[in-house]
Every structure is written in C-alpha cells, then in structure tokens.
T-cell receptor, first 119, second 113 residues
Framework: GAVVSQHPSWVICKSGTSVKIECRSL??????MFWYRQFPKQSLMLMAT?????????EQGVEKDKFLINHASLTLSTLTVTSAHPEDSSFYIC???????????????FGAGTRLSVL | DQQVKQNSPSLSVQEGRISILNCDYT??????FLWYKKYPAEGPTFLIS?????DKNEDGRFTVFLNKSAKHLSLHIVPSQPGDSAVYFC????????????FGPGTRLSVLP
C-alpha cells in the first residue's frame, strides 16, 4: 500500500506556457497533500500544503498565482505552473498524508517527482 | 536559518560495515523525526521514524537514535549494502506545525563493494 503516483515524470515546455502536474494517492485517501521543489544538490523545499476542498496554504516566498494548486478529491491534487519561465525549471515532488486506516497518519508518502525543463 | 542540519554532504562506507548518518536540529518544538531515502530522479521513500518520547527505534538493519538534550539524531545501517547507496534526508515535525515536515539538506551515502 501507500502508493503515490505523480504524472508526468518529465516535461519540457516553452517559456510562457503552463504545465499541470498531477499527484494521486492510489490506494489510500489523503487528508493533506504537499508540494515540494528540489533544486540540484539541495533539500526538499515545501511550497504549499493542500487540503481537500479548501484553498492551499503557501509557504513564504511562493507565488500562489504562479503555482496554482487544486485539491479536488481525497486522492488527487494538481499543481499548475502558470506562464513558466526558465527559472521555474526544477524537480517538483508531491506527497500525501493518509486520512486513516492501516497507514500511519504522521508519515508522508511521496510521488516519484516531475522534472520540469522550461526552454 | 536551517532548522534541520545534516553537516556531512557525503559519506563512503565499505560494504558490510556500519553507516552512521547524522542530523541536528535547532527547534526544540520538533517532536517527531523521520529518515527518508532518495534515489536520483525518484521521490523519497520512508525508512524509519522516531517520536520524541523514545530514544531508539529499530527496524531490521536500520536503527535511529535520538538525543533530545543534544538535539541530535542518527541513523545506523548495519550491515551496509551497495543498494543502500542513495541520498538520505532527515526530517522533523512539530505538532504546532500541523505535522508539516522540515527536511535537512541530505547526505549522499556510497556503499563500496
């Protein structure tokens, strides 16, 4: 159990276009999903916390109008990078925290990540 | 200001020996700690966790030790295997933060055959 699927795994886009990344918990329901960004050789930086049916909470310095987060159900959250620019190129990773059941609620399960390259 | 520090960016260990990865934190409100393992171009995989009410937690080859007074935790891998070669992230959370995790910068472990 505890599989989190993230799609796409790699995307290349032109500057100015928008890119949507999906994060799905496949075998559990998630109260909360998290979006991280990782620069080369650096740690995971939390961008925003997403709760189903409510607005995401963004970390300081993260532009909410640029990184749109939608958490439509207990198994799906999406991150849309709007009007992407080369400086948005990075590795984006989502995670999900289980609602209940046999999985520990205080552990985040991560997707495989999405590498975004903006030309 | 880094709240979670992993001062060794890399570590090399011979196969079969013990690997010790260290993590220090500054926020005394942290009460739950986790170790994640990450391969290149993949998401982190949960390894082991420890609550602040304990000082040791063991799971197979992996043991995490917590020293609250020193605000220090360590991950021991015994015996180390080549497949353990990865980046290891230490993470901490506090109830006041709603269980959001703060990650350290990671330590790259290389287990040499």
């Amino acid at each position: 159990g505890a599989v989190v699927s993230q799609h796409p795994s790699w995307v290349i886009c032109k500057s100015g276009t928008s890119v949507k990344i999906e994060c799905r918990s496949l075998d559990f329901q998630a109260t909360t999903m998290f979006w991280y960004r990782q620069f080369p050789k650096q740690s995971l930086m939390l961008m925003a916390t997403s709760n189903e049916g409510s607005k995401a909470t963004y970390e300081q310095g993260v532009e909410k109008d640029k990184f749109l987060i939608n958490h439509a159900s207990l198994t799906l959250s999406t991150l849309t990078v709007t009007s992407a620019h080369p400086e948005d190129s990075s590795f984006y990773i989502c995670s999900a925290r289980p609602l209940a059941g046999g999985l520990a609620k205080n552990i985040q399960y991560f997707g495989a990540g999405t590498r975004l390259s903006v030309l | 200001d880094q709240q979670v520090k992993q001062n060794s960016p890399s570590l090399s260990v011979q196969e079969g020996r013990i690997s010790i990865l260290n993590c220090d934190y500054t926020n005394s409100m942290f009460d739950y700690f986790l170790w994640y393992k990450k391969y290149p171009a993949e998401g982190p995989t949960f390894l082991i966790s420890i609550s602040s009410i304990k000082d040791k937690n063991e799971d197979g080859r992996f043991t995490v030790f917590l020293n609250k007074s020193a605000k220090h935790l360590s991950l021991h891998i015994v015996p180390s295997q080549p497949g353990d070669s990865a980046v290891y992230f230490c993470a901490a959370s506090a109830a006041d933060y709603g269980q959001n995790f703060v990650f350290g910068p990671g330590t790259r472990l290389s287990v040499l055959p």
